[in-house]
């Protein structure tokens, strides 16, 4: 029953920005830490930022700055704010759910495709 249903890519130019959402259901969100990863082609897919059930975030390196990751317990929805997009960013971007118990799976979304292009 656990999904994740993700929205918000689409080509963008260079400098300019994108919100990705993340909704999740089947799960108890609150207590899960949300992630965003991508995948460019030929590439091995990173994570791009996080944030735990107590609102710790963490970015890659080349994401710091411009990338905000936010999550509404509210709404189950994770959100990943980018700004100042460059052409490396062009990837598809999943959203991952970590659940704080070891036995129970990580859930994935279908992915959500951005394309940075001028």
């Known amino acids: 029953q656990a999904q994740l249903v993700e929205s918000g890519g689409g080509l963008v130019q260079p400098g300019g920005s994108l919100r990705l959402s993340c909704a999740a259901s089947g799960i108890i969100f609150s207590i899960y830490t949300m992630g965003w990863y991508r995948q460019a082609p030929g590439k091995q897919r990173e994570l791009v930022a996080s944030i735990t059930a107590g609102g710790m975030r963490n970015y890659v390196d080349s994401v710091k700055g411009r990338f905000t990751i936010s999550r509404d317990n509210a709404k189950n929805t994770v959100y990943l704010q980018m700004n100042s997009l460059k052409s490396e960013d062009t990837a598809v971007y999943y959203c991952?759910?970590?659940?704080?118990?070891?036995?129970?799976?990580?859930?994935w979304g279908q992915g959500t495709q951005v394309t940075v292009s001028s």
């Open positions: 991952n759910a970590n659940s704080p118990l070891t036995l129970v799976p990580d859930y």
